[in-house]
DNA sequence: GTCCTACGCTTACACTGTAAGTAAGTCAAG
DNA sequence: CTTGACTTACTTACAGTGTAAGCGTAGGAC
């Protein structure tokens, strides 16, 4: 009959634990996410977490490594804007798939094999299209820069018509509205009502023209230095 | 004698309670910001605190208002991109003072008014510089974006030679060059040895590179619209 | 069979934010 | 001056946190 000393209901591993993390976090935020929850989540006692994981550092450190093996990592084919325009999207949306993630990276300081072969791929692609040592780090730090900074931004804006986060942020935004009809705020109050209000403005569509604007900025700067950014040091074939 | 009831060494205040909880923050890392601890630094029990703020996520509205009262409101006087690269670098200071205020925002919802107040000024001059309301929120968008990216990357960075934030990061960035030496990231052992690790390298210095990129592009913005962006829709004097 | 190892469970501890109640100070009115 | 209201700091207490230490047992190797 009932076999479940919880052994059953299948083994733990550390995928496993990572993965319920990831997804626990994403349903009830990030601070529901304790170890007895999570043991909880898996039909398990917290500490048996332990022999999966080092600790809860740990536990984060591999949290984040899974939200960076979601982004896609498209081929150089078809050059590399293209090639940058799309993981810049694919970054978007899985930061924004798990909002707890860009703000912890702060604190992470040994990052996964998944970010950093994330990191060498792109600059690969960067460099073979004829990119400099230097501007690849510049390419590479306004680009991510650029799409961490919104990614951050972005589930904090009380603009946020609330589509997707949904909840209360109706009520944050009228609490913010009661402030604004004081005047103490005219173009914030503008923006608001004329643009951000309005009934088919999704936040998330700012995010293209901010990244088109930068792409145009690199192909510039590339361009700038030799006429011909694909052959600069990569040829000899 | 000793009269130190602790009601001596000056009365307690909502401000020195949100300014000793930033020091606290800034000296030993967020996590080490305690109720108890920040009591102590005041000399105060912990639950004194509470007389002053309403719980702890009140106290972090506060600290971070703090740090965006920190950041510079230029004039309009010089010009909007003027305006906008001097806040730019301000905001990056600061934010680079108290580190762990940007990986915070996120989960904040109720800004303060030094918050509000900033917004509302830069979104003015921008205004009033003949961008319309659609591409000033880009415009907006774009460059905090960029801002808290950068300031979120910055410390987490393996690359950061540590001459600010000094303590171990000679010894993770060694960790890490281990891994380089395996061969398996290329691309991040040429950038790391050709780059960022030669002597005078500052990773603070690439916030500048982006940021004249993306005011470029918005210069561009704007004046593709008008030919001349100042008097759009503010001339009806 | 017996032993080993892996893995989950139990208990325990120091530390967290904060609710509730108490005491000591300040200050205005009588 | 005394009196009483108010403010503000202190004390105690509690549920919830991460995790160290040790125990029990299931499943494979011999």
């Known amino acids: 009959m009932g076999d479940t000393t919880a052994t059953r209901r299948g083994r733990l591993s550390r995928d496993r634990v990572l993965r319920a993390a990831v997804d626990l976090a994403d349903r009830d935020g990030f601070d529901s996410l ?66 707890w993630a860009v703000g912890r ?34 390419a590479y730090s306004v680009l991510d820069s650029y799409i961490y900074g919104f990614a951050l931004q972005a589930p904090s804006l009380p603009f946020d018509t609330g589509r997707d986060t949904g909840r209360d942020s109706v009520a944050v935004t009228q609490a913010i509205m009661a402030r604004f009809t004081s005047g103490q705020y005219p173009h914030l109050t503008e923006m608001a009502v004329e643009h951000v209000l309005q009934p088919g403005y999704d936040y998330a569509n700012e995010f293209e023209f901010g990244l088109d604007l930068i792409l145009d900025g690199l192909e510039k700067a590339s361009t700038g230095l030799s006429r011909s950014p694909r052959n600069r040091q990569h040829r000899s074939g």
Do not use: C, Q
């Open 105 to 138: 990276m702060e604190s992470r300081t040994t990052p996964g094999p998944a970010t950093l072969a994330h990191h060498d791929k792109v600059l690969g692609i960067l460099r073979a299209a004829g990119f400099s040592v230097a501007l690849a780090a510049h």
């Open 34 to 99: 304790t170890m007895r929850r999570l043991g909880e989540e898996l039909g398990v006692e917290a500490m048996s977490l332990y022999n999966h994981i080092a600790n809860k550092s740990d536990l984060l450190d591999g949290m984040i490594d899974i939200v960076f093996g979601e982004i896609e990592l498209p081929a150089k084919d078809p050059g590399w804007r293209t090639a940058m325009r799309r993981r810049a999207i694919s970054a978007r949306a899985a930061l924004s798939r798990h909002p």
